[in-house]
Nanobody, 113 residues
Framework: VQLVESGGGLVQAGGSLRLSCAAS????????MGWYRQAPGKQREPVAA???????SYTDSVKGRFIISRDNAKNTVYLQMNSLKPEDTAVYYC????????WGQGTQVTVSS
């Protein structure tokens, strides 16, 4: 299984970015895809997740600002990030949960004040 992320970058506070993550390989029909992030000097933390049935969950700090979605036909998950804040600055990692956990390589998101 491979996860390839795209869409990170530098944005001003209040701006938006959209992350994408495409999974390839042997993907079970039932799975959970999501995003984690790790800021410098901090532990990796969950941001949002979506089941293959469309159920979603978000960490409190991004509720109302971030939207996670997926295209099951393409095994792709998206994270639309709006109203970005400097504290959202981190490396964002795509995650796929099946029997095991799979991770993308990470994409940097930097929000300037």
């Amino acid at each position: 299984v491979q996860l390839v992320e795209s869409g990170g970058g530098l944005v001003q506070a209040g701006g938006s970015l959209r992350l994408s993550c495409a999974a390839s390989g042997s993907i079970f029909r039932l799975n959970v895809m999501g995003w984690y992030r790790q800021a410098p000097g901090k532990q990796r933390e969950p941001v949002a997740a979506i089941t293959s049935g469309g159920g979603t969950s978000y960490t409190d700090s991004v509720k109302g600002r971030f939207i996670i979605s997926r295209d099951n036909a393409k095994n792709t998950v998206y994270l639309q990030m709006n109203s970005l804040k400097p504290e959202d600055t981190a490396v964002y990692y795509c995650n796929l949960k099946m029997v095991s956990d799979y991770w993308g390589q990470g994409t940097q998101v930097t929000v300037s004040s």
